[in-house]
């Protein structure tokens, strides 16, 4: 009982302990914060890649295309397992607006607005189709006009406060995007003749995915007139991907192999088929594989943050050894009284080590409640930056984020909280191993000999 | 005289130190027996080697070479868990500087042996009577107002009585003083000494270290120690 008497008494009337107590809150507080916000900005990305893809996806990166992919996706609707199919037309187009001679590249997506939010978020995305994503082509100006779907970066610019400047319905504005159209050898279609493929197409609605990449390259149009812009309709169709939605119960990784043992037995029977050379480069990946490029870098950065932290961790770690050597120094006498009246070197440490748990508990909880308190008030914090000194931490016309994830995730905080009490008591254990291991007579009687 | 009398009987203890390169010589070679209910003064100059005689005699250090038996038990034979008990319930210590807790009050100052041996189950079941034993030794000791105050906050000599208090919470059977009032003017001296004497016609055995013929003076018997080694015992 006197340990645990000692131990308090020690952390409140040792002005020196506030000092342990402050660096143990400073390092809990900034990795907190640190730590809330980029784990939230790491899932938040990935949440919104996830909704981007769907679950799986099988696919090719060569610009060719696979054929016979509406067999594939008639033998995977007939499954159990599967809740969406979206088959997609992805290629590169150079895109300008009617009357600008203007033009630049983007990405095009060609899919059926219906079944690919179905297979994915991307009726979600939308602004003035949302509730009715089958009308996503169709301009609310004119509804026989073809149309298309723009990455919201491509359509609206943001205001001086990095925000989108939405309009109640889509403005007028006709695009010409022109193709490159391949044969399933892979040759320009048109060669010869010097021509690309152009349409026109006119502005009906803008998708907002939150992932910056997509949202400023990628123009979406219907499956059918993508294709034909591509080169990829005719007796034999071809398509670049299919996108999937497992239902809810299916775990990913499960539902993946499904897929793939399906594609592959799919393979193997139209291995005498035409265009069968074509379904060799056809992969099937988990969501998180197909967007391992933009994901890992995340997740670098986000590892990068950890090893930066745990190196946080080891300066509080020396932190507490030097005031715990400071205090344990100024202790000495007391160790030798305790000594004197019979007190073993054990009942020491554990006495040094349960005053070195109270300095990081009380420091964690110091650190956590101010942490809260910050990130309760962090976009306020940083709008209040913003308007005051043209501030921003994340310039949102750069990182497609809308406020700064502020959710603290009890796991993260319980992990904190453990790492700060274990580096206090591993700062705290060599000063409390010489103390216990010190001789009474030289702290009592030095003087006396 | 009967073998059983003797309390404590050290033979032939030999101690040095390093200092630097040089080794200090501190006992050479000690025989000191006490008797139950004795009270004994070792007196010798500075640097003698009277305090690491009774450290040794109180398991606080141990001899190089020689014996020390406590009612017949050699204590070089206990265990470092038995020299805890040894130390918490057999003997108690009065420090020429009180040593007392600054962080604990008078009272938990007293208490702290009790404490100290138990844990926090065994303490709750004994905090009562702990408590009300310590309350009951400030008492004998003029000190019961003072049982809420901090160290800090009382006289040298209301210091070394509560210290005095706090070496007696386990009823001993030997109290070791280590220059009880060598910090303290004379007459708050004579007030320790009186403490001293009462608590030896209670019965209580006594070793106490002193540099002061005079102070010796109060003890039943006076032990002399000249460069490491008993000369006289009156």
New interface residues.
Partial sequence: ??K???AI??LI?RRITYFAVLAVALCVFIVVVVMTVMTGLVSDFKQKNHDFVGDCVVGTKSLVGFAYYEEFVKILEKTDFIEGVSPVIKSYALISSRGSERSYGVEIMGLDPVRHSGATGFGRTLYYRKGDVAKAFEPTYDSNLPGCVLGIDLALQRDANSRYPYAVSPAEIGFSVSCFPLTAKGALAKAGLGEVNTQTFYYSDHSHSGLARVDSSLVYLLFEQAQLLCGMAGPVERANAVHIKFKPNVKLKAGREKVASLWQKFKQEKAGEKQANLLDTVTVQGWKDYRRAYIAAMEKEQTMMTVMFAFVGITTVFIVFVVFYMIISHKS??I??????????A?IIELFSGFAFLVGLLGSGVGLFAGWLFLLKINRIENWLFERFDFQLWDRTIYAIGDIPNQMKLGVLVVIVVSAIVACLAGALVPSWQAATS???ET??VS?? | MSKDDFILRAEGLHKS?RMGATE?K?LKGVDLAVKKGEFVAIVGA??S?K??LL?IL?A??RPDNGVVKFEGRDLNQHS??EL??????MVG?V??FY??????SVL?NVF??V??????VG??ACRRWAKSRARELLVQLGLHERANHKPYQLSGGERQRVAIG?ALMNEPRLLLA??PTGNLDSATGNGILRVFEELNRAGQTIVMVTHDERIAQRAGRIVTLVDGKITDSI
């Fill in positions: 009982m006197y645990v008497i000692l008494r020690y009337k006498k007391d030798g009284i305790l000594k004197s009246i019979g007190v073993s070197n009942d001789k009474p007579i009592l009687q006396q000999l | 130190y200090v501190v500075s640097g080697g305090s690491t450290h109180g606080l250090d470092g868990s805890n008990r040894f130390r918490n319930k210590f420090f020429q040593h007392l807790l600054d962080e604990l938990e702290l042996p404490m100290a041996s138990r844990s926090v303490w709750f706090r280590d220059e």
